[in-house]
């Protein structure tokens, strides 16, 4: 039976990560680490870590607590809440899931653990300039040498490739569109260059250039040419926690819009008294409990066996279009004073619209949406 309510277990972790995320990652502690070159506090890291929250997803025999997608929408709901920003996304869910689907025996006993417990952060070098979300997207090449191969190419919107112990790079191995394979790189090797980049959110990501960069067999993950069935399948579940980022983060956006609208005061009443003002936000209320019950459901189909080709990216679709949309409400709520660095509501709002444009973008999902819809595959 469809049941879209937190348990009790479930609801005691939300309020563990709000209790420990309001202490160690206040918004003044935000706005401290933007543009940051490393991105994050090493002491909610830490904690983080110790509260086995880190390896809440993977196995629990390689240290993990091996909970599901409910409980880890939990977790980022209250992570896109407080804007906590931390590298628990992109090495504890995407690349610790591609290891933990695919890894080799030694490849997990030698990072899973780590990984779980923070002590090591393995990031994605996926997306490159000018190219698309899909497989074919992949261009940098890995050409078969002796003994191994070399990677040549760039990426970009690598995050936190700065604190990262290995990249886990996805590189073209032939001519066929999926013929994609995943490779563990250390960020120190030669022919590695890490560059910052800056962007809206003022989160960390780093252009990272690869020109003959040596790795051998022990290094790929997974079977030859399997990288891209491995990335795609965690990235359906992964993006559920993106969606829930998205929804803990305009929750608050809204709390405090709404706050806003009975305090202040024109023409000797509140703004929320005015009509157009209170139907806006009467609109944004009932998007917003839309958004959540979609991003629920995705995670319970998935933890109930379910398949989530299409549930998946509406999740992250909905909810990011909703988190933007509210933030940008939020901003005119504000008035002026809203886009000014002093008012929090303008970190939600840049942050709202890169995480839309990330990791898979509205235009993909929709592919993905329509292809699971008219059964093909997606453009």
Known sequence: MLDLEFSDEQEMLRQTVRALCATHSPLTVVRELEDDPRGYSPELWRQLGELDLIGLMLPERFGGAGMGLLEGVALYEELGRSLASTPHFVSAIVSGGVLASAGSEEQQASWLPRIATGEAIVTPAWLEPENGFGP??????????????????????????????????????????????LFLVDPSAEGVTLTQQFSLASDTQYLVELVGVRVTEADRVGPAGSGWETWDAVMHDAIVLLAAQAMGGAQYALEIAVQYAKDREQFGKPLGAFQALAHNLADAVTTVDGAFQLVHEAAWARDSGHRVDRLA???????????????????QIFGGVGFTLEFDIQLYFRRAK???????????????????VLDRQPA
Do not use: N
């Open 136 to 181: 074919e997207g992949v261009q940098v090449r890995a050409v078969d040498a002796s003994g191994g191969w070399t990677i040549s190419g760039v990426k970009r919107h690598v995050a936190f490739a700065g604190a990262a112990d290995a990249l886990l790079v996805l590189a073209r191995t032939g001519a066929d569109a999926d013929a994609v394979d």
């Open 354 to 372: 890169v995480l839309q444009i990330s990791w898979w973008d509205t235009r993909y999902l929709e592919e993905l949406v329509a292809a699971s």
């Open 313 to 331: 990216p509406m999740a992250k679709l909905f909810a990011c279009h909703t988190f933007r949309d509210v933030t940008a409400l939020a901003e």
